[in-house]
């Protein structure tokens, strides 16, 4: 397929390129040889009449003038992905390939049982796994990298449609002895006024879960935080008796090597969490597929999470969602 001799494989190359800086890095990724690649850039270049890259000997980097053109062949890629979907997918949903990223707070936790649950249902969808973080992770949404993503509202961005899945509640773990642990079976849940960032243990920056964190403990972040680069991780410091943290619902069932260390209780604040959505591209012809399958996969919620979120919260939501150009479906 070719316009005036520019190839689709053209385009992928130059954005491959882009993406790694480096022209070795790029053709491994695309499976072509270096000098076939350099060759075909340099090909597209003079199609183009313009420098896309600016070339030293230690890096590949765009050139000013090739932002709006790399951005442009983004586009082409990916309208040229949906033009394939419409074809393949016409009449027959929920009867191919789909690729489904979560953020790595929620994937290990939520994956196995929405596995389970979609088998059952769509035995003809095969279902592709990943896990990041939200920016990234809503970045090859758009990019046509992933059909759908699960991640926590808010949604920054626009160009997106989305539907509210479920309330994932937060609770405090603490080692066993902790000030906040737990005293006795029935004890009665904890209140947020409580909590102090000078004793909180964070995840890294770029997890959503640590801004949540943050927002819900009283006092401005510790300049010298210990944080961990995810979730279990941070698990194992506390059961170390490292401090304290507020960790989702999800992520604490079926645990047991380290039970004994740590101290789980529930907060008084009904909206201590966080609320998980289907996210797509609204732009995509599949639309009402995936409002079908938000919809099971409301239905069909674990138990440690809640499908009634109060109608303040979602009607927030709608007007932030209005104001950042996001489309709520329902």
Request: hydrophobic letters at 40%; proline letters at 5%; glycine letters at 8%.
């Amino acid at each position: 397929m070719s316009l005036g001799g520019i190839t689709l494989r053209d385009l992928e190359y130059a954005l491959a390129v882009e993406q790694h800086q480096h022209f070795g890095k790029a053709a491994e990724a695309v499976r072509v040889s270096q000098p076939t690649l350099s060759e075909q850039i340099r090909k597209l270049e003079d199609q183009l009449g313009i420098v896309l890259f600016e070339r030293t000997n230690r890096t590949v980097v765009p050139s000013i003038k090739s932002q709006a053109v790399l951005r442009q062949m983004e586009v082409v890629l990916v309208e040229t992905q949906r033009l394939l979907d419409v074809a393949k997918h016409a009449g027959e949903p929920f009867s191919s390939i789909l690729r489904v990223g979560a953020i790595a707070t929620l994937g290990p936790y939520y994956f196995p049982y929405l596995l389970k649950k979609t088998h059952k249902q769509f035995p003809s969808l095969a279902l592709r796994l990943t896990e990041g973080r939200t920016a990234e992770l809503l970045q090859s949404l758009r990019r046509g990298d992933l059909d759908c993503v699960l991640v926590a509202m808010p949604i920054e961005g626009s160009g997106l449609a989305w539907q509210q899945l479920f309330f994932e509640p937060f609770f405090l773990v603490c080692p066993v002895g902790h000030p906040l642990a737990a005293k006795g079976a029935g004890e009665q849940p904890l209140s947020l006024s409580r909590l102090k960032t000078s004793g909180l243990l964070l995840l890294e920056e770029g997890h959503c879960l640590r801004e949540h964190a943050l927002s819900l403990c009283r006092g401005p972040a510790p300049v010298a935080q210990r944080h961990a680069t995810g979730l279990e991780t941070l698990w194992h410091m506390i059961a170390a008796g490292e401090g304290y943290s507020l960790l989702p619902s999800l992520s604490l069932q079926h645990r047991q090597m380290t039970d004994r260390l740590v101290s789980v209780r529930e907060i008084e604040e009904p909206d201590a969490g966080r609320t998980i959505a289907l996210v797509w591209r609204a732009s995509d012809p599949r639309s009402r597929e995936f409002g079908v399958f938000a919809d099971f996969l409301q239905g069909n919620a674990p138990l440690a999470v809640r499908t009634n979120v109060s109608p303040e919260k979602n009607a927030e939501e709608k007007v932030k969602g209005k104001k950042r150009g996001v489309k709520r479906v329902r």
